[in-house]
């Protein structure tokens, strides 16, 4: 079955500190791979996303991810975190097909303590 | 980069009426479109899948009857919940892919469904 893992569901980091949100996922065709993140009230922003080629990919905000196919892992990395990092962070997978949704995770939440 | 925008962002209607949500691709063709719906604190869930001219594919456990979708251009998709309850209250987000380049998904900025 296809499905997109994240295992923290709420994390809290201090300001300044590293960040690293995880994400693991079950997909049959070849995956690509996004983190989004909500604001509360608020649309999805697109932080990036991985297609193909460089496994490290950079994204808006000075967040970046690793894909690693041997762990089924696209691990979002920041790292120094600011208190305007705040909100939740969703990981999705999709595919190269035109009627084929992305699937979420269920989200991690990130706080940040001063 | 693409727009989708939502209409409207926040509506408020009465139990038992109708509510049209809009969603619209402003700067490409969106031949597929996505419907979710998020509750809060939750992660988004998708209800259905709609091509432009054909009918939406439902996922399982949604209700087509009650949430009717419609595709009518390569621009639009409409959401319609008819006779609404509180428990449709909700956020409900589109997206749109465009035939060539299917591995981009845009999504819009939401709508928030108040049923009182």
């Known amino acids: 079955a296809q499905s997109v893992t994240q295992p923290d569901i709420h994390i809290t980091v201090s300001e300044g500190a590293s960040l690293e949100l995880r994400c693991n996922y079950s997909y049959g065709a070849t995956p690509y791979l996004f983190w989004y993140v909500q604001s509360p009230g608020q649309g999805l922003q697109l932080l990036l996303k991985?297609?193909?080629?460089?496994?490290l990919v950079q994204g808006i905000k000075g967040f970046e991810a690793e894909f690693k196919r041997s762990q089924s892992s696209f691990n979002l990395r920041k790292p120094s975190v600011h208190w305007s990092d705040a909100a939740e962070y969703f990981c999705?997978?999709?595919?190269?097909?035109?009627?084929?949704?992305?699937?979420f995770g269920k989200g991690t939440t990130l706080s940040v303590s001063s | 980069g693409a727009v989708v925008s939502q209409h409207p962002s926040r509506v408020i209607c009465k139990s038992g009426t109708s509510v049209k949500i809009e969603c619209r691709s402003l700067d490409f063709q969106a031949t597929t479109m996505f419907w979710y719906r998020q509750f809060p604190k939750q992660s988004l869930m998708l209800m259905a899948t709609s091509n432009e001219g054909s009918k939406a594919t439902y996922e399982q456990g949604v209700e087509k009857d009650k949430f009717l979708i419609n595709h009518a251009s390569l621009t639009l998709s409409t959401l319609t919940v008819t006779s609404a309850h509180p428990e449709d209250s909700s956020f409900y987000i589109c997206?749109?892919?465009?035939?060539?380049?299917?591995?981009?998904?845009?999504f819009g900025p939401g709508t928030r469904l108040t049923v009182t």
């Open positions: 991985y297609f193909s080629g460089d496994t």
């Open positions: 997206s749109a892919k465009s035939g060539l380049a299917s591995y981009e998904q845009y």
């Open positions: 999705a997978v999709g595919a190269n097909q035109a009627g084929t949704a992305l699937i």
